[in-house]
């Protein structure tokens, strides 16, 4: 892996002043959320002059982290402007997302272009998180090797809560784990100019979706994600909603039958267990384990007409719609994403889901909810987590100078 290293602490040139930082921030922000943009655009987007413009962007080139192109063809009369886009060869991040039956990375490079990524299957066997940090450091190493680019950061996203400073898993109930220092375990594996983040899988979905995807501009949203494990990733007035430890959202955990089964938190009968991917196979006669694979079969089933994969799926938006009228009487969302398996049930049952949430929410009527499927489908996580590892990058784009060679 190719080597970064911040400014911070060494003898490096001056920093620009906070002024400058503040607008190479703006302006590597608005590249990385909408693309490449046309030095006009960016002028009128930062409020500053023309020569202003011209002056970050040179500095943002000499980082190596956008690059210009004049624009040839087209019918448009007069000089035309310089295109400013994501550098081709700038640094990337390296996301993970782990999960109980398997554990993706990817390269991901500014403006969210995954240039590689590669999946290892974990199977039912609980994986340890010295396992788990083996593994993304691993494929963070094959990865830039793939893609070769330099790595900056890691993120990884987790189905557990996160306390983000310590980068610790407090509790993730289907991988066994309990105050899990993952994001220590991980940076020993790799150089110590890595940067290495930890969120969880929830948080990170709506960070995604709200940042770049199918919540943008919406100030309330939630996203539910539904694998084996069920959470909520929240936002309220523009703001993520993490609770006091990072814990807020666990809704996998509310009870909802106290006689149901039982969940690998110890208690009966919540959501995770009427709603999650294993209780889907188990409602739908399969007895495999709750792989991405036999998940999209029981789907594609449904899809084809199989009744008893149908039922399955009417079943959880059922129970699904119910926690979400619960979800829209404590929060009022204007938006809510439903991601994982759970889009699958979305696009096959929205009538069941609306029905439910219809009988359990307060006055549903007059403000209805919009239910809608994640631009990034099942890869959320896998962006979030990507978006929380370029989180120093784009905060202080003159912090970080690559090595080159
Ligand atoms: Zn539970």
Redesign the pocket.
């Given at each position: 892996m190719s080597l970064s290293r911040s400014q911070a602490g060494t003898s490096a040139p001056a920093r620009p002043d906070a002024i400058r930082q503040h607008n190479l921030a703006l302006i590597l922000g608005e590249v990385h959320r909408d693309g490449a943009l046309t030095r006009a655009e960016l002028t009128t987007r930062l409020g500053v002059s023309r020569s202003t413009v011209g002056s970050l962007v040179a500095d943002l080139i000499a980082l190596g982290l956008v690059e210009e192109r004049v624009p040839s063809g087209g019918d448009r009369v007069g000089r035309p402007s310089h295109v400013v886009g994501p550098h081709s060869t700038g640094p990337v991040v390296v996301a993970a997302d782990v999960d109980v039956t398997h554990v993706t990375c990817a390269a991901v490079g500014i403006g969210g272009e995954v240039l590689a990524r590669s999946t290892v299957a974990t199977g039912r066997r609980r994986t340890t998180p010295q396992h788990v940090a083996k593994l993304v450091a691993a494929a963070a190493t094959a990865l830039a090797a793939e893609s070769g680019r330099t790595v900056l950061a890691v993120g990884v996203s987790v189905p557990g809560t996160v306390h983000r400073q310590t980068r610790t898993v407090g509790m993730a109930?289907n991988l066994g784990w309990r105050d899990a220092r993952l994001g220590d375990l991980l940076a020993a594996r790799l150089e110590p100019q890595v940067t290495v983040t930890v969120g969880n899988d929830a948080d990170l979905s709506v960070l995604a979706e709200l940042r770049r995807g199918s919540a943008r501009g919406c100030d309330d949203v939630v996203y539910v994600i539904g694998r084996v494990g069920v959470g909520a990733g929240i936002v309220v007035n523009g703001a993520p909603l993490q609770g006091r430890e990072g814990r807020a959202g666990e809704i996998?955990?509310n009870v909802v039958d106290t006689g149901g089964p039982e969940?690998?938190?110890g208690?009966r009968g919540?959501l995770?267990t009427m709603i999650g991917d294993a209780a889907l196979l188990t409602m739908a006669g399969r007895h495999g384990e709750p792989t991405e694979h036999e998940v999209a079969a029981v789907f594609d089933d449904a899809r084809a007409g199989d009744e008893a994969a149908l039922s399955a799926v009417r079943t959880i938006a059922g129970y699904l719609g119910q926690a979400l009228g619960n979800l829209v009487n404590t929060l009022d969302p204007q938006r809510v994403v439903l991601g994982g398996s759970l889009s699958g049930v979305l696009e096959l049952a929205r009538g069941d889901i609306e029905d439910a949430l219809e009988r359990y929410a307060f006055d549903p009527g007059h403000h209805p909810v919009e239910l809608v499927l994640p631009r990034f489908g099942v890869d959320s996580a896998l962006m979030g987590a990507a978006e929380l590892a370029f989180a120093g990058l784009l905060g202080d784009p003159a912090s970080t100078q690559v090595l080159v060679g």
């Open positions: 109930p996998g955990h969940c690998h938190c208690k919540c995770e």
